[in-house]
Nanobody
Framework: QVQLVESGGGLVQPGGSLRLSCAASGRIFSINMMGWYRQAPGKQRDLVAG????????????VYADSVKGRFTISRDNAKSTMYLQMNNLKPEDTAVYYC???????????WGQGTQVTVSS
């Protein structure tokens, strides 16, 4: 089992910044890929940013949704078993619940955090 706990969400004005954190615990050695997703009301949950799968040609490289490129930065601190999402120049359309995700590889287990609300509004 892997446990994921997000933090750092909140209310911010357009143009502002937030940093989300995702602390992983449990069988973290089994994690193959991690990323951030978001889900706005009435919409599907979409990938925002993530690290490509370990062992792939671009193993461990960051990838971003087109809508957040140049504004969001994903990073991780392996010593703290924590992944971050730095979000700059936030826009109202970034408003959503943000989820941390980890999986153990194709055909393996898929884990989600409880989500953290990000609201961008003046």
């Amino acid at each position: 089992q892997v446990q994921l706990v997000e933090s750092g969400g909140g209310l911010v004005q357009p143009g502002g910044s937030l940093r989300l954190s995702c602390a992983a615990s449990g069988r973290i050695f089994s994690i193959n890929m991690m990323g951030w997703y978001r889900q706005a009301p009435g919409k599907q949950r979409d990938l925002v940013a993530g690290f490509t799968r370990r062992g792939s040609p671009a193993g461990g490289s960051p990838v971003y949704a087109d809508s957040v490129k140049g504004r969001f930065t994903i990073s991780r601190d392996n010593a703290k078993s924590t992944m971050y999402l730095q979000m700059n120049n936030l826009k109202p359309e970034d408003t959503a619940v943000y989820y941390c995700n980890a999986d153990t590889g194709p055909g393996g287990y898929d884990y989600w955090g409880q989500g953290t609300q990000v609201t961008v509004s003046s």
